[in-house]
């Protein structure tokens, strides 16, 4: 059970050029989410999928587009790559139910736009 | 709007001494709140959280978090820290909307210390 795996762990890309982040989860989780931290911010919600096949905007959605492909995965596209999108990106998924509050976070994915 | 303050960047505390990370919150209505702590190059992982019930709620690791209504606070304490309890800290809330009721809210992080 790896729980919330994402690739890559480091990117480093120049502006213009386009990327994306995957992320998947073994947990049979409904709900998954994309946030960037930012120093002193905290995390920033971009995106959130409640549901297979449904997806939402969050706090900074701009530059960004997803995809939930089937239940497992979520991916994090960035058509054109800006250097206010340097940050650590967290994927993260939440499984309906009683225990439907808690985040089960990935381990991050480290982007530097030059 | 939904918000969380976490009014402290750091906090240091020796080794065995009570520490107490705090967090304020702004909802509409009754909050969902959670802290989770970050370990360096690490994701975040859910500590605990308050949902109804007991002002005091109890976590992993021997932390808790009290709940002040009045205050509109949610600091996390622990009675004895640890080095080892040397992380990042963060707060969250709920969005309590029904439309956005998967949004979370989190603060900006709180920076714990814990010398020997």
């Known amino acids: 059970n790896a729980g919330v795996t994402q690739t890559p762990k480091f990117q480093v890309l120049k502006t213009g050029q386009s990327m994306t982040l995957q992320c998947a989860q073994d947990m049979n989780h409904n709900s998954m989410y994309w946030y960037r931290q930012d120093p002193g911010m905290g995390l920033r919600l971009i995106y959130y999928?409640?549901?297979?096949?449904?997806?939402d905007k969050g706090e900074v959605p701009n530059g960004y587009n997803v995809s939930r492909l089937n239940k497992r995965e979520f991916s994090l596209r960035l058509e054109s790559a800006a250097p206010s999108q340097t940050s650590v990106y967290f994927c993260?998924?939440?499984?309906?139910?009683?225990?439907?509050?808690?985040?089960?976070f990935g381990p991050g994915t480290r982007l530097t736009v030059l | 709007a939904q918000s969380v303050a976490q009014p402290e960047d750091q906090v240091n505390v020796a080794e065995g001494n009570p520490l107490t990370v705090k967090c304020t919150y702004s909802?509409?209505?009754?909050?969902?709140l959670f802290w989770y702590v970050q370990y360096p190059n690490r994701g975040l992982q859910f500590l605990l959280k308050y949902i109804t019930g007991d002002n005091l709620v109890k976590g992993s690791y021997g932390f808790e978090a009290e709940f002040n209504k009045s205050q509109t606070s949610f600091h996390l304490k622990k009675p004895s820290a640890l080095v080892s309890d040397s992380a990042l800290y963060f707060c969250a809330v709920r969005d309590m909307k029904l439309y956005n009721f998967n949004k979370f809210y989190f603060g900006s992080g709180t920076k714990l210390n814990v010398k020997p």
């Open positions: 909802v509409s209505g009754n909050p969902y």
């Open positions: 993260a998924s939440s499984p309906r139910g009683r225990d439907t509050d808690t985040q089960y």
């Open positions: 999928s409640a549901s297979e096949g449904t997806t």
